[in-house]
């Protein structure tokens, strides 16, 4: 058991699915994703029993969120959920297959609950205007990594500031994303070469810039 939310991606497509699981796994590499698509024979569609066995197996002891492609598949998830012994440890989510899913992996990464996972999922790309955020801590770091702050940098980013008693923004071309959010730093679209303002406030501000600054300096690890 890995303790954390799992995620089922249900999609007509078994490439889609499999595709999808593992864009959101390179981010979020001890959370279990199991993707359920396409029919028994290869063809396209969706199939009851695999969704069924797909969040058997991706239970790892805090629940399961399942995202869907289309329609039907919404359907055939909710029919599994509803079959579970347990319905309550599983949540369907009306959500962008893609973004959902790498948003709920992030989340599901920093240990987030059933219910936080399925919102994070939901909630899409979040950047907040500018305001004061109070005494702080403020740095501008540019990004080395060719691409910048793309899926797996921000990511990263957002996972090294999750636990910390800090509310962190990132800051580019005038708009700014809490560090948290995957999809609200992707949304900057701060690319390699750019100038980012990273400020921090709270009990942890100073090791949340210190944090953030060794993954800029590491080039994200890529």
Do not use: C, W
Not at 157 to 174: E, I, M, P, S, T
């Amino acid at each position: 058991m890995t303790g954390r939310v799992g995620l089922v991606i249900v999609s007509h497509s078994a490439t889609l699915a499999r595709g999808v699981a593992e864009l959101a796994g390179q981010m979020a590499p001890e959370v279990t994703l199991v993707a359920a698509g396409g029919t028994p024979d290869g063809g396209l569609g969706t199939d009851f029993e695999a969704v069924s066995a797909a969040l058997e197996r991706a239970d790892g002891g805090s629940g399961v969120v399942l995202l869907y492609d289309l329609g039907s598949a919404r359907m055939v998830a909710d029919l599994a959920v509803e079959a579970a012994a347990e319905p309550d440890r599983a949540r369907v989510v009306d959500a962008p297959l893609v973004e959902g899913a790498v948003a709920a992996a992030v989340a599901a990464q920093g240990g987030a609950d059933l219910a936080e996972v399925a919102a994070a999922a939901v909630r899409g790309p979040r950047t907040a205007p500018a305001t004061d955020t109070g005494a702080g801590e403020t740095a501008e770091l540019t990004l080395t990594n060719e691409i910048g702050l793309h899926a797996r940098p921000a990511a990263l980013l957002a996972r090294a500031v999750a636990g910390l008693d800090a509310r962190v923004v990132v800051a580019f071309g005038g708009k700014e994303a809490d560090a948290r959010s995957v999809l609200g730093l992707m949304a900057l679209g701060a690319r390699g070469g750019d100038v980012i303002s990273v400020s921090a406030t709270g009990a942890q501000a100073g090791e949340a810039l210190t944090l953030v600054r060794a993954l800029a300096a590491r080039d994200f690890e890529e």
